[in-house]
């Protein structure tokens, strides 16, 4: 099994930053993609950003690109999302997830673990 655990979040004004931190545990090796997925209040959860093995393959949100930078530290077991120009629809539960495969995938279905997630709450 892996474990997530996700750091990070709080309460920021517009226009502010955040990097949120997701760290792994147990069969590391199984998180061969690492992706950020977020849910606000009654809303579906969305895929935000996410990084292959090898950090040679992003994927972005199109309403995130330019703002949000993914990145990971396989050494410390370790994905970041740092996170600019924050607006107020950015608020949300962000939750980091892995995938066994080395096929990077934006739908949440594709994932096989997930951490409990981290809050941001961008006001304006």
């Known amino acids: 099994q892996v474990q997530l655990v996700e750091s990070g979040g709080g309460l920021v004004q517009a226009g502010g930053s955040l990097r949120l931190s997701c760290a792994a545990s147990?069969?590391?090796?199984?998180?061969?993609?690492m992706g950020w997925f977020r849910q606000a209040p009654g809303k579906e959860r969305e895929f935000v950003a996410a990084?292959?093995?090898?950090?040679?393959?992003?994927y972005y949100l199109d309403s995130v690109k330019g703002r949000f930078t993914i990145s990971r530290d396989n050494a410390k077991n370790t994905v970041y999302l740092q996170a600019n120009s924050l607006k107020p629809e950015d608020t949300a539960v962000y939750y980091c997830?892995?995938?066994?495969?080395?096929?990077?995938?934006?739908?949440?279905?594709?994932?096989?673990?997930w951490g409990q997630g981290t809050l941001v709450t961008v006001s304006s």
């Open positions: 997830a892995a995938r066994r495969s080395s096929v990077v995938m934006t739908t949440a279905s594709a994932y096989d673990y």
């Open positions: 147990g069969r590391t090796f199984s998180t061969v993609t």
């Open positions: 990084v292959s093995w090898s950090s040679s393959t992003t």
